[in-house]
């Protein structure tokens, strides 16, 4: 198991773990669910289990644009961190799944009892950081088909699935491009074997190739997490 597979959770010593689990709840994961608003009070911290997040943000009339993923590798609500009430996104469930669920005032105090908890979660916020900046550099200088590889891949880690249920329309919105660029590179991805996709249900057939496919922000992205959280923590 390479570092940036290991669930967050897992990575805290088992007593500072089993605390703070004492203080959460199991939460269901629905698939399109909105967990937090733009500009409002979080209530709520999770921590994934199974499925995953797109944070997304909207400006002004524009469609909806992804900034962000949160699986099991990390939690929704890092903001509180900070002390910060509001969140800056929108967070969607975009894989079904399960979570922990523990309330924002809980979690700050959770924060202040367990040193590691805080640390960890630290590291995970600057890697956020860090992961976001590139997104955005990724966004304006790579072509639609090396992101749509990386998107893909990174969905894939998170679902801990090869298949996932996806529409083209919903690929274009995260994307932030037209629908036609993604029905033109999923289409590539297709004829030469890397996936399959029929009816809004994709399968990754060939990682390695779809691998070789994505910009090199995805590989990038994974040794921003390795250095900044799971490696340095153990």
């Not at 608003?37 to 002004?60: K, N, Q």
């Not at 105090?109 to 630290?122: D, E, R, S």
């Not at 304006?140 to 998170?158: E, G, K, N, T, V």
């Not at 779809?210 to 994974?222: F, G, Q, R």
Request: net charge neutral; with cysteine; proline share 5%.
């Amino acid at each position: 198991m390479q570092c940036t597979d290991i669930p967050l959770l897992q990575q805290l010593p088992l007593p500072a773990r089993e605390q703070l689990l004492r203080h959460c709840e199991p939460f269901e994961l629905v698939l399109s669910a909105e967990l937090s608003t733009r500009g409002e009070p979080l209530a709520h911290a999770h921590f994934p289990i199974e499925g995953f997040l797109s944070l997304v943000v909207d400006v002004d009339s524009h469609p909806p644009l992804e900034v962000g993923m949160v699986g099991a590798e990390a939690m929704l609500g890092s903001e509180l961190i900070l002390g910060l009430a509001a969140t800056p996104w929108r967070a969607l469930v975009q894989g079904a799944g399960s979570s922990w669920r523990i309330g924002a005032q809980e979690l700050r105090g959770q924060i202040q009892a367990i040193p590691a908890l805080k640390a960890l979660l630290q590291a995970c916020l600057l890697a956020r950081v860090h992961q976001q900046a590139l997104a955005a550099a990724c966004q304006r200088y790579h072509l639609i088909a090396p992101r749509l590889a990386r998107w893909l891949l990174m969905s894939q880690d998170r679902s801990l699935s090869d298949s996932f249920h996806l529409t083209q329309e919903f690929m274009a919105l995260m994307l932030g491009v037209r629908r036609v660029g993604v029905t033109e590179a999923a289409g590539h991805f297709q004829d030469v074997g890397l996936i399959t996709y029929q009816r809004g249900e994709l399968t990754v057939l060939n990682r390695k190739a779809l691998e070789a496919e994505a910009c090199s922000c995805y590989a990038a992205d994974k040794a921003i997490y390795r250095r900044l959280v799971t490696c340095s923590s153990q």
